[in-house]
């Protein structure tokens, strides 16, 4: 018994006191911290919205009645009846997705350089030139002067400038 009275002196009991005190303390002011910040990894509400896509239950657009204006600017060529022409534009068409094959000389054996996509639009630089039993015509990218190649004639639709 002796043993455990020295356990219990007035010592002891105070400077327990004072550990738990200070541990009290520190869990209060973890807990208020943690109250007053934002949390950081919280899930936010989104925010959607669904615009309905047309349907044929809508109206259809009503066309202006005020024509647009033609251009009138120099090197714009309109080519009649649809007819390919060098300085006019053609468009890719007619290849279900496998594309059209510009290639560096007109002819079955030339190397291809690039493949035209359907809807691509290209300006008509040279041709025709008859090769292989084909009609070619040099195209180039408007948008790149580096796109360019003979292309056989049967996937190519004349177009106004786009």
């Known amino acids: 018994m002796e043993h455990l009275r020295g356990l219990f002196s007035l010592k002891v009991l105070i400077g327990g006191i004072l550990v738990a005190a200070c541990l009290f303390s520190v869990l209060l002011i973890f807990v208020f911290n943690a109250q007053n910040e934002e949390p950081s990894g919280a899930a936010s509400t989104a925010v959607l919205y669904v615009i309905p896509a047309p349907s044929a239950t809508l109206p259809a657009p009503v066309a202006s009645a005020t024509p647009s ?94």
Do not use: C, K, M
């Open 69 to 162: 204006p033609t251009p009138t600017s120099e090197g714009v060529v309109v080519l009649p009846g649809g007819v390919l022409a060098v300085g006019g534009y053609a468009q890719v068409t007619g290849t279900e997705g496998e594309g059209l094959r510009l290639r560096a000389d007109p002819g079955l054996s030339g190397t291809v350089r690039f493949l035209g996509i359907d809807g691509e639009v290209f300006e008509v630089e040279d041709g025709p030139r008859e090769v292989d039993g084909y009609q070619w015509w040099f195209l180039q990218a408007p948008y790149d002067p580096n796109v360019q190649g003979w292309a056989v004639a049967d996937y190519l639709v004349a177009v106004q400038n786009p």
